[in-house]
């Protein structure tokens, strides 16, 4: 990736310094590449340029306004999860009519507010739910884009946390019984049947399981057609992985090769819905190191935490460390930890680093189900965020105050 290169040893984003930035705006702190960004939006664009399609951007991988912002900007649609997530996507400046909404539990106020700014479609994932949409847009008067979100019973072989396309998993319709489901859509009314879907996990390092769901939602197209159910629209999700660390996850060039020719004279618009293959290599985690600790084993003790990145702690994720500067002294194997009074608060371990108290080291691939996922658990004010797009540094989000940790909490009586 271009966006991160060494210069004398000093790691570099975009034309920035991570010291200067880390120096000017404190750690932790996250930063993205907008180039980064950009660039892997545009490669997905052009490997389905010679269809009709559209990108959907999976807002829960980072949901940063400036990051939906400048994705709308380039004419990106959004899959949202949460009507959380919609209203953020309609206050960056998204599109309504580029949204597709996906998620097991949508409430009753949030399907009324996205039929009312009117979404491209719902991926409905249970038949209580199809009954729920009908049920209101009939009451509203309004006409709701459906497509079932079909559970192809595929193994995405990945980790089983981010695996979700399982007969065993609680996403999606199981596909046997879609056609079923498509038949009783037909009947219900304030509903306009538009598409399928399926979304089969995250971090996919390999293209079959994907071609894999696609033939099997394929056969299923025919066998609605036969049933005079005609879809507009295919949603093969998202879930391409980004290479954390000796993995070769395929390109959004090697999917489009290996599935077009299944699409052959198939007339539906292709939806996808990347999140981390569009933003996970552009963002970094810089943390600072506040002791080092040696003996039975060696920690380096940083600033940040499991608070601020999850994956480690949660998926046992691997993500790569490196020191910000070439290095001080001589490299031993570290365990970075954070400050947070839990064992599993772990960056990495038993990483090889030349390290000095308050060395700051970067932790790559953070761009995606990283601030994302951050808390506020031991009352740590969440990090930071800042936006690198040549030399200029645009921050994003600034640090939360002490103050932003209890707002909204009542005390009892005045203190
Ligand atoms: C999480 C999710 C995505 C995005 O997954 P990535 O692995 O980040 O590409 C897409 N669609 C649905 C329905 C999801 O839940």
Redesign the pocket.
């Known amino acids: 990736m271009m966006s991160f290169s060494r210069q004398q040893g000093e790691l570099n984003i975009e034309g920035c310094a991570v010291s200067a930035l880390a120096e000017r705006f404190g750690t932790p702190l996250y930063l993205y590449s907008r180039a980064a960004i950009e660039q892997a939006w545009r490669a997905y664009d052009a490997a389905f340029a010679d269809r009709e399609h559209l990108i959907?951007y999976?807002v829960?991988?980072n949901a940063n306004l400036a990051i939906l912002q400048l994705l709308a900007k380039l004419g990106s649609g959004f899959?949202i999860?949460s009507g959380g997530e919609l209203e953020r996507v309609l206050k960056a400046g998204g599109q309504p009519q580029k949204i597709v909404f996906?998620?097991v539990g949508k409430s009753r106020a949030e399907i009324t507010r996205a039929l009312e700014v009117g979404i491209l479609a719902f991926?409905v994932e249970s038949e209580a739910e199809l009954e729920r949409i009908s049920e209101i847009a009939q009451a509203l008067g309004k006409t709701a884009a459906i497509s079932l979100?079909v559970n192809p019973d595929v193994d995405a072989r990945t980790h089983p946390y981010?695996s979700?396309g399982l007969k065993d998993n609680k996403?999606g319709i199981d596909i046997h019984r879609a056609g079923a489901v498509y038949a009783h859509a037909a009947q219900l009314p304030g509903l306009n049947i538009t598409g399928l879907?399926f979304?089969i996990?995250?971090?996919?390092t390999e293209i079959e399981p994907l071609v894999d769901a696609l033939s099997r939602s394929l056969a299923l197209v025919d066998r609605l057609a036969e049933q005079g159910i005609i879809l507009e629209h295919l949603d093969i999700?998202?879930?391409?992985?980004i290479a954390y660390q000796d993995e070769t996850p395929p390109t959004p060039a090697a999917l489009a090769t290996a599935i077009k020719p299944l699409l052959a004279n198939r007339p539906q618009r292709i939806l996808m819905?990347?999140?981390?293959?569009?933003v996970?290599e552009a963002g970094l985690l810089v943390t600072q190191v506040e002791y080092i600790k040696t003996g039975h084993r060696d920690f380096a003790i940083v600033d940040a935490a499991m608070t601020d990145l999850l994956r480690p702690a949660l998926y046992d994720a691997w993500q790569r460390i490196e020191t910000v500067d070439a290095g001080q002294g001589e490299a031993r194997f570290y365990d970075i930890v954070g400050p947070v009074c839990e064992t599993a608060d772990v960056l990495g371990r038993e990483r090889h680093l030349a390290l000095a108290p308050h060395s700051l080291l970067a932790v790559f691939d953070a761009g995606?189900?990283g601030f994302a996922m951050a808390s506020q658990y031991n009352a740590r004010p969440r990090a930071a965020e800042v936006l690198v797009d040549g030399n200029q540094a645009h921050i994003i989000r600034h640090r939360e105050s002490l103050e932003s940790l209890w707002q909204g909490e009542v005390l009892l009586e005045p203190s």
């Open positions: 959907c999976a829960k991988a899959d999860v996906s998620g991926n979100r981010i979700t996403f879907d979304h996990g995250s971090q996919l999700g998202g879930g391409l992985g819905e990347p999140g981390r293959a569009i996970g995606a189900y």
